[in-house]
T-cell receptor
Framework: SQKIEQNSEALNIQEGKTATLTCNYT??????LQWYRQDPGRGPVFLLLIRENEKEKRKERLKVTFDTTLKQSLFHITASQPADSATYLCALGGAGGSYIPTFGRGTSLIVHP | GAVVSQHPSWVICKSGTSVKIECRSLDFQATTMFWYRQFPKQSLMLMAT?????????EQGVEKDKFLINHASLTLSTLTVTSAHPEDSSFYICSARTSGRETGELFFGEGSRLTVL
């Protein structure tokens, strides 16, 4: 069955360092992948989209890579700040003709000052 | 970005009662809205796709008679949890796309925390 895996353990890093979050998937051939940020008790907020024919996307301090051979996406936040602390969700879509994204459970990032 | 408003943000009700949650697109028209359910530390689970002017499409395992969805206008979709029970307690979130782009980002409401006593 299709599976999206994000590390369930929280990632703790020091302010100023680069945070790297991983999204792995199996039995899936997505046409695109999205990353969202979710704060406690709030709805997710879109961050970045990357398509299957793209290797890397950047937006300010954010960088996303997409390796369809490894079936993996990496999400990087450079020069991390305590305000970046949140849960980050990856979402895959476009598999089997369905363009409604399917979400992973997210990884919690905690940036310590 | 586009704004999706959800109301109420939290609700507590007695077992057996029905609860209605509203989802509005404030500055755009949404022919399609999506309803998700999220348990603590779990992923967003798609419940149904709400289509303006037609019946909602429910995901497998979601009881359509229990979770009634109405999308009466291009800016409003409602989810009614009928005869709610404690196991229905969860965080319900709606979302919408601003355009017909299939890879377009989803704009989410603030979510509604339902607690059934």
């Amino acid at each position: 069955s299709q599976k999206i895996e994000q590390n369930s353990e929280a990632l703790n890093i020091q302010e100023g360092k680069t945070a790297t979050l991983t999204c792995n998937y199996t039995n899936y051939s997505p046409a695109y992948l999205q990353w969202y940020r979710q704060d406690p008790g709030r709805g997710p907020v879109f961050l970045l989209l990357i398509r299957e024919n793209e290797k890397e996307k950047r937006k300010e301090r954010l960088k996303v890579t997409f390796d369809t051979t490894l079936k993996q996406s990496l999400f990087h936040i450079t020069a991390s700040q305590p305000a970046d602390s949140a849960t980050y969700l990856c979402a895959l879509g476009g598999a089997g003709g369905s363009y409604i994204p399917t979400f992973g459970r997210g990884t919690s990032l905690i940036v310590h000052p | 970005g586009a704004v999706v408003s959800q109301h109420p943000s939290w609700v507590i009700c007695k077992s057996g009662t029905s609860v209605k949650i509203e989802c509005r697109s404030l500055d755009f028209q949404a022919t399609t809205m999506f309803w998700y359910r999220q348990f603590p530390k779990q992923s967003l689970m798609l419940m149904a796709t709400s289509n303006e002017g037609s019946k909602a499409t429910y995901e497998q395992g979601v009881e359509k008679d229990k979770f009634l969805i109405n999308h009466a206008s291009l800016t409003l979709s409602t989810l009614t949890v009928t005869s709610a029970h404690p196991e229905d307690s969860s965080f319900y979130i709606c979302s919408a796309r601003t355009s017909g782009r299939e890879t377009g980002e989803l704009f989410f409401g603030e979510g509604s925390r339902l607690t059934v006593l």
